[in-house]
């Protein structure tokens, strides 16, 4: 079964507006820790922000915001204020835990946000 | 800071050749990771080095050896690969804390090497 599920298929949004991309995930942990990561065509992963299983607050880092909803098991990452250098793949992962060696960071299947002019 | 190197940032080479690829970082983070991408696709866990032992090898053939001299630099030795092994490959690392949640541990990336075997 699938851990981190991404949907979406390829998104567009205006410059300047803002755009959620979602992201639901399944786990019988209570302790989890969640991630949102930017590639763009360069290839670099750039990690963008986290949330916590027990964190009570959404995260927020600059124009990026977690929309997260535990009850409903998902992360959605908004971006306030799209601009042209968001244009990216965008990944949703998940890092469960488990005593013993590292726990991994499970990826969704990403999705290509462009932003147009 | 959070930079994460890798060298080189383009390889190319034949199903003969022995080539390394190398990642280093200097944040004193304890655990290093190598992953394999695929275009459009998500990164693919390879290995895992913690507290510079190789704590996972996610079943990855042998013709890539993971190499971990000290806790700051990784390497990914390869020899006789196949066309289909030609992706982007990146190094990440991470802080590893001892003790209390590791879920909280972010991974931070470097820029990848572009491999091609032809």
């Known amino acids: 079964a699938q851990k981190i599920t991404q949907t979406q298929p390829g998104m567009f949004v205006q410059e300047k507006e803002a755009v959620t991309l979602d992201c639901t995930y399944d786990?019988?942990?209570?302790?989890?820790?969640l991630f949102w990561y930017k590639q763009p065509s360069s290839g670099e992963m750039i990690f963008l922000i986290y949330q916590g299983s027990y964190d009570e607050q959404n995260a927020t880092e600059g124009r990026y915001s977690l929309n997260f909803q535990k009850a409903r098991k998902s992360a959605n990452l908004v971006i306030s204020a799209s601009q042209l250098g968001d244009s990216a793949m965008y990944f949703c992962a998940m890092r469960e835990f488990f005593t013993g060696a590292n726990s991994k960071l499970t990826f969704g299947k990403g999705i290509t946000l462009s932003v147009r002019p | 800071d959070t930079e994460v190197t890798q060298t080189p940032k383009h390889l190319v080479m034949g199903m003969t050749n022995k080539k390394s690829l190398k990642c280093e970082q200097h944040?004193?983070?304890?655990?290093m990771y190598w992953y394999k991408q695929k275009a459009k696709k998500p990164p693919e866990l390879m290995f895992v080095?913690?507290?510079?032992?190789?704590?996972i090898n996610e079943s990855v053939p042998s013709r890539f050896s993971p190499e971990c001299p000290n806790s700051s630099l990784l390497n990914l030795h390869l020899h006789a690969l196949q066309p289909e092994d030609s992706a982007l490959y990146l190094c990440?690392?991470?802080?590893?804390?001892?003790?209390?949640?590791?879920?909280?541990?972010?991974?931070?990336f470097g820029p990848g090497t572009r491999l091609t075997v032809l």
């Open positions: 786990t019988s942990d209570q302790s989890y820790g």
């Open positions: 990440a690392s991470s802080q590893e804390p001892s003790g209390g949640s590791p879920y909280t541990d972010t991974q931070y």
């Open positions: 080095y913690s507290y510079e032992k190789l704590s």
């Open positions: 944040m004193g983070h304890r655990a």
